[in-house]
């Protein structure tokens, strides 16, 4: 800021001490705000850390549950699924399925929501049953919403299939994959990049 000009000397010694302690005044508030952000952080940081914690002990003592609840639901798909069209087999391929023949499709009005109401509420926070989830795939069952296929989401979840069978069991891959999604969150886990990664696009 520019100097207003001399005024007498009275203006002039006070108009720069009223500066610095307008200036201390402010340091001092801009510290405070400062610290308070910091503590909020720390907070924040701690309460992450904790719902983290948490979730890990959670996916423990869950992970019996959700496997045996996946296995129920992939033998359905499997059974009630249909197999994918000769198009569908080579982009499987291309995405790296070892046994494309093995996919079955089953296409839902909704995605399954366990009924075991703490793996239910675990898979709605760990967004992996979201109402915004199309697909869902467990081993070679692969589950799509009705309103929801394409060619992208075919080809993204099979890839989570080539991962299933690169990991080599249902039950591995869940360990694998919910213990990524729980540290870092499931747009930046690993298999889910991976899976973005390989989407072929809609023609
Ligand atoms: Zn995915």
Same mark, same amino acid.
């Given at each position: 800021m520019g100097s207003a000009g001399h005024r007498g000397d009275l203006s002039m010694a006070d108009v720069p001490k009223a500066g610095r302690r307008k200036r201390r005044l402010a340091l001092a508030s801009l510290m405070g705000v400062a610290g308070l952000v910091a503590g909020t952080l720390v907070f924040? +940081?701690? @309460? #992450?850390?904790? +719902?983290? !914690? &948490? /979730? $890990?002990? *959670? /996916? +423990?003592? %869950?992970?019996? #549950?959700?496997? @045996?609840w996946a296995q129920g639901v992939a033998a359905d798909a499997a059974a009630r699924g249909t197999s994918l069209e000769p198009s569908g087999l080579a982009d499987a391929s291309t995405v790296g399925v070892q #046994?494309? $023949? @093995?996919? #079955?499709? %089953? !296409?839902?009005?909704?995605?399954?929501?366990? @009924? &075991?109401?703490?793996?239910?509420? *675990?898979a709605l926070r760990t967004g992996l049953l979201g109402p915004d989830a199309a697909g869902l795939t467990l081993g070679y069952s692969i589950l799509i919403r009705h309103g929801h296929f394409s060619r992208r989401l075919l080809s993204h979840e099979c890839r989570h299939v080539a991962q299933y069978e690169q990991v080599g069991s249902l039950e591995s891959f869940l360990v694998s994959y919910l213990s990524s999604i729980i540290q870092v969150g499931y747009w930046d886990c690993p298999f889910e990049q991976d899976a973005r990664a390989h989407e072929l696009p809609d023609t």
């Amino acid at each position: 800021m520019g100097s207003a000009g001399h005024r007498g000397d009275l203006s002039m010694a006070d108009v720069p001490k009223a500066g610095r302690r307008k200036r201390r005044l402010a340091l001092a508030s801009l510290m405070g705000v400062a610290g308070l952000v910091a503590g909020t952080l720390v907070f924040q +940081a701690r @309460s #992450r850390q904790q +719902a983290h !914690m &948490d /979730l $890990e002990t *959670a /996916l +423990a003592q %869950l992970l019996p #549950r959700a496997i @045996s609840w996946a296995q129920g639901v992939a033998a359905d798909a499997a059974a009630r699924g249909t197999s994918l069209e000769p198009s569908g087999l080579a982009d499987a391929s291309t995405v790296g399925v070892q #046994r494309p $023949e @093995s996919i #079955r499709v %089953l !296409m839902i009005d909704r995605l399954p929501i366990p @009924s &075991d109401l703490d793996l239910q509420r *675990a898979a709605l926070r760990t967004g992996l049953l979201g109402p915004d989830a199309a697909g869902l795939t467990l081993g070679y069952s692969i589950l799509i919403r009705h309103g929801h296929f394409s060619r992208r989401l075919l080809s993204h979840e099979c890839r989570h299939v080539a991962q299933y069978e690169q990991v080599g069991s249902l039950e591995s891959f869940l360990v694998s994959y919910l213990s990524s999604i729980i540290q870092v969150g499931y747009w930046d886990c690993p298999f889910e990049q991976d899976a973005r990664a390989h989407e072929l696009p809609d023609t």
